[in-house]
């Protein structure tokens, strides 16, 4: 019985839960599709829209490695860590984005949810395969944290993007 024997369930929840909030994230962005495009909208959705579907995809990729049949830990701390290193630089890139767009100003919040808390969850990842083969049930928390962590960041943040255009851009 290998250390990820237990975690089947929780992967099956989180990963289809990911997925349809995909799904869902696809539907919201097609009924607002039709509004006016502004000057800096879509720059703007690459650095506020695109990271939520990328979290979501990551919460997804995570769950179909973790629920795969491995023989032992080594290949999927090796999978999950190079998923933590891709996300951390893509964290970066989102900084960068934020930073340069200029159709919103961003308030704290907009920096916590979508620089720090997906840069740590990304950086969590790494270090959580860094880890695994001397502490593997931590490790494995790890995991699930960043998983968990990177679902809510993404939950929160088509939330916002959602009642940015409905609240704020519908009025103008």
């Known amino acids: 019985m290998t250390p ?44 506020f829209v695109t990271p939520a579907i990328v979290h979501f995809g990551t919460v997804l990729l995570l769950s179909g490695v973790l629920s795969a049949p491995w023989h032992g ?16 630089v893509y964290s970066i890139i989102v900084a960068w984005r934020v930073r340069l767009q200029a159709a919103y100003q961003p308030v704290f919040e907009d920096w916590l949810f979508h620089v720090l808390l997906p840069f740590a969850a990304y950086a969590l990842l790494a270090i959580a395969a860094y880890g695994a083969r001397t502490h ?37």
Do not use: C
């Not at 909030?21 to 607002?32: C, E, H, S, T």
């Not at 006016?36 to 690459?46: E, F, K, M, R």
């Open 4 to 47: 990820l024997a237990g975690w089947e369930n929780f992967y099956v929840i989180v990963g289809s839960s990911a997925g349809a909030l995909i799904g869902l994230q696809f539907v919201v962005m097609a009924l607002i599709a039709n509004r006016p495009i502004v000057p800096g909208l879509a720059q703007a959705g690459g650095a």
């Open 73 to 88: 830990i080594g290949p999927a701390a090796g999978l999950w860590g190079l998923l933590g290193l891709g996300g951390f």
């Open 136 to 172: 593997v049930r931590a490790a494995l928390f790890g995991v699930a944290t960043a998983a968990l962590l990177l679902l809510f960041i993404g939950i929160h943040n088509a939330w916002d993007t959602v009642t940015y255009h409905v609240f704020v851009k519908k009025r103008e």
